[in-house]
Nanobody, 114 residues
Framework: QVEVVESGGGLVQAGGSLRLSCTAS????????MGWYRQAPGKQRELVAI???????NYVDSVKGRFTISGDNAKNTVYLQMNSLKPEDTAVYYC????????WGQGTQVTVSS
């Protein structure tokens, strides 16, 4: 009944840009934040960026100045604008909805070539 769907992943050259989108639907009570996480092969999953419903955003140090997270509360949607991409950004990117319960999307692959 609850669905979290990401889109926008793909293959891009270093220095390029992508925009990821995530939309949550269904009976989700009291969303307070939505965020993006990523997991590269052989690495732990890490928080990339998160935004609360009041607009407060936080980022992992490695993406500060390059990525921008934004949200549309009315549409239960969050975006991640990814600029100046580096090969180190290659990973599966996951959307997480933080509410009374937490929900995860299925992930979208981002590959940055050098």
């Amino acid at each position: 009944q609850v669905e979290v769907v990401e889109s926008g992943g793909g293959l891009v050259q270093a220095g390029g840009s992508l925009r990821l989108s995530c939309t949550a639907s269904g009976r989700i009570v009291s969303i307070n934040a939505m965020g993006w996480y990523r997991q590269a092969p052989g690495k732990q999953r890490e928080l990339v960026a998160i935004i609360t419903t009041d607009g407060t955003a936080n980022y992992v140090d490695s993406v500060k100045g390059r990525f921008t997270i934004s949200g549309d509360n009315a549409k239960n949607t969050v975006y991640l604008q990814m600029n100046s991409l580096k090969p180190e950004d290659t990973a599966v990117y996951y959307c997480r909805v933080q509410a009374i319960l937490n929900y995860w999307g299925q992930g979208t692959q981002v590959t940055v070539s050098s």
